[in-house]
């Protein structure tokens, strides 16, 4: 795919704890979404959904690329082995990325197909767990019928639905595992997986196994309408949730309690994922959107669609990558 930007800038964030955010990378993202931190490249990387756009950044030396693509990509994973798994409407894809020479990023072979899904449909975020599995969710690209579903996805069992019946399927982030409160045994282990829906303002947390089973959801946040919508979602090293807010302007971070105990403000309303640039580093980058803003609204937000940099106490957790094979 091609490469449509230069490296080397070095508009490096801010060291000061109550800088605010600080536009990192001005961009027009019609959808900005899906970043995640990849240690390999000790970069971020995310995608412009309605753009057809991946774009890359590596804070420590300002360096950036973009690439456009062939169709939307929703989401996008490190695997361990190495190369990326990445959310096409036609399927997943495992891809592969280079950096060295002539940059370029392309996809290898497509792993599982979405034939499955109502035609209105697209996939949309996701993440791995701590096993190497990827869990993902559809959306009606309509934003109405709840016709999307979350989708769990192994390279030993493929591809299986494991919730469905909701509009807009948004999030996820999961925990690392700790021993089953069910049975006791250490060598068993759960992790808990918090995704929203976004149409009705809920998030939810169940726990998962290592073998794709969800069960125990519930509501652990319901949000008012003035608050805005639940989009994307990052978890720390104190298992708080970050979780952005579309059209309200904000990240909030919630305890594991369920409740809200920090925020924190942008310049522009469509907040739609953010991530921690590596294990134990503090600050959070956020990547935004220019979707569902007339000419008035941009006028009075001209960085909506950028990538934001925002300073934290807290750090994040290692990123969860996924595995080709056991």
């Known amino acids: 795919m091609k490469n449509e930007a230069n490296h080397g800038d070095t508009d490096n964030p801010p060291t000061t704890a109550n800088a605010g955010a600080h536009c990192v990378w001005q961009l027009e993202s019609a959808l900005g979404e899906g970043i995640v931190w990849c240690p390999d490249l000790q970069a971020l990387l995310w995608t412009d959904i309605l753009g057809h756009r991946l774009y890359y950044y590596q804070p ?7 690439w456009t693509l062939p169709e939307p990509l929703t989401c996008i994973v490190p695997c361990i082995q190495g190369g990326y ?14 950096l060295d020479g002539e940059k370029n990023f392309s996809r290898l072979m497509r792993l599982a197909s979405l034939d499955q899904e109502p035609a209105n449909n697209r996939p949309n975020d996701g993440c791995c767990d701590y096993w190497g599995n990827l869990w993902f969710g559809t959306m009606d690209s309509g934003e109405k019928q709840p016709s999307g579903a979350f989708y769990h996805y192994s390279a030993l069992g493929g591809l299986r639905k494991v919730v469905d019946g909701i509009a807009i399927t948004n999030g996820p982030v999961i925990t690392p595992p700790t021993p089953s409160a069910d049975t006791g045994d250490a060598k068993e282990t759960t992790s808990r997986i918090y995704y929203t829906d976004t149409v009705q303002q809920t998030l939810f947390q169940a726990t998962i196994t290592a073998a794709g089973e969800l069960y125990d959801a519930r509501s652990f946040y319901q949000f008012s309408p003035a608050d805005g919508y639940p989009d994307g979602m990052t978890i720390d090293a104190e298992h708080h949730l970050w979780c952005c807010l579309w059209g309200g302007g904000r990240i909030v971070r919630i305890s594991p309690a ?24 503090t600050g959070l980058y956020a990547v ?39």
């Not at 798994?85 to 280079?98: D, E, H, I, M, N």
């Not at 369920?258 to 580093?281: M, R, Y």
Request: net charge positive; hydrophobic share 40%; proline share 7%.
């Open 288 to 326: 935004t959107a220019r979707k569902g803003l007339d000419a008035t609204a941009l006028a009075g937000q001209p960085l909506a669609g950028s990538l934001f940099y925002l300073p934290t106490v807290t750090g994040g957790l290692p990123t969860a990558r996924f595995a080709l094979s056991d």
């Open 85 to 98: 798994l990445a959310t096409f409407p036609s399927g997943l894809y495992l891809c592969q990325l280079k």
């Open 60 to 66: 420590t030396t300002g360096s950036k690329a973009t």
């Open 258 to 281: 369920g409740s809200i105990v920090d925020e924190l403000p942008l310049p522009v309303s469509q907040v739609t994922k953010c991530a921690f640039a590596g294990a134990g580093q």
